[in-house]
Every structure is written in structure tokens, then in C-alpha cells.
């Protein structure tokens, strides 16, 4: 009697989704010495492997990456003749280039990086009513982020001291022009979008009457 393997002890599957059985296929193709033999027998492991995924087996695109994966599971050893390039092992292996986070606002995140560039196209604009507008719906919009991820409430002189520090001192909220839209206004729309906190009493309503179990 045969002693029971666990898949722990047995080798590490390279493409687990197409099972132990397919792996020992490719392996007995890399034993077989005749190249003719080894084409069919390719062309036959191609097949199941397509039989897995029916809906995509006749598409010319993943055609080519059934035969990229079988010599992948075989460690780039096959030599078959396939439709299509082979792939390049040190390419597959090759990592790619470590993204660098955008962190171009680090100080004060929860406003985006969006009111940064913003606040560059508003530094580049001549002075004027366009700019004094422009100015004024940037702070608007930081100080609805800053609802939005801190608290409930912001004084308008943190948002113009923030904005001031933002564009290094050259861009400032017309006195004319304060005080800024309303917490409140913020708020609302928040509430009204499911954001808020607060219950929904039109669920509260539907819910009336129901019982509990």
C-alpha cells in the first residue's frame, strides 16, 4: 500500500491553477527524446489546458498565452516548435522598477495632490477677478477635504493659513471674498451623498413596523 502524500511534501506546483496532473504532463514531455513526439504531445497538453477555460480557448490572444504558460511550467526547458515566440525566461524574471508613492502634498495629505497642481496653475495666472475666483474656489475645496477627513467643523482662518503655506506665501483669499462657503453647506451635500454619519430616516421608515429576529 501506497504511503499517503501531502501536497506539502510533493513539489511546488509554478501555475497551481492548472493542477498536479497538467505539471506531470509537461514533465513527460521533457523526458521524451523524439522532437516529433514532443510537439504532439505539447499540442495535446495545449488542448486541455484550453478545455479549462472553454469560453477563451479559440481567442488568437490567449492561444498565445497557453503556449507562453507551458513553458513557463516547464521551466523554459521545452523545446517544442510553437506558433508563437518563446518567451525569455530572464525576461519573465526580470522585476520591474520600484514606483516612487507621489508624494508631492506629504504635509497635509488629506487636501490630495490635486490642490497642489491647482494652486501651481493659479501662481501662473495674472491678477485679476479670474484669479481672485480661481483662489477662492481652492480654498472652497480644502476646506470641504478637510471636512470631509477630519472633523466636523474648521475655522476659515486654518484653511487660508494652510493656503498661504501651500503657495509659499503669494496666494491669499480676498477680505471681500470671506468668509468661506459654510461648514454646514459641506456637510449637508456629505450627508446627502451617504457619507455622513448620520442614519438615513427613510430607512428608518421602511423599517418601522418590521420585526426583529
Sequence with gaps: METLQYNTKREQLIIP???R???LMINQILETQD????NKMAKAVIGIMGNMNPHLRDVPDFQHKLWD???IMSDFQLDVDSPFERPQKEVFEQKP???NYPQKNPKYRFYGNNIKGMITVALSWEAGDLKNALILNIANHMKKCFLNWNKDTV???VILQHLMELSDNQLKVREEDLPLTDSEEFLKIRSKNGNGSKSNPKRKKRNNGRSRY
Aim: charged fraction near 45%; proline fraction near 0%; hydrophobic fraction near 20%.
Design 97 to 99: 522598477e520600484r514606483l
Design 21 to 23: 496532473h497538467v505539471q
Design 69 to 71: 504558460q507551458l513553458f
Design 17 to 19: 491553477e492548472y493542477g
Design 35 to 38: 522532437r516529433e513526439e514532443r
Design 155 to 157: 475655522q476659515d482662518e
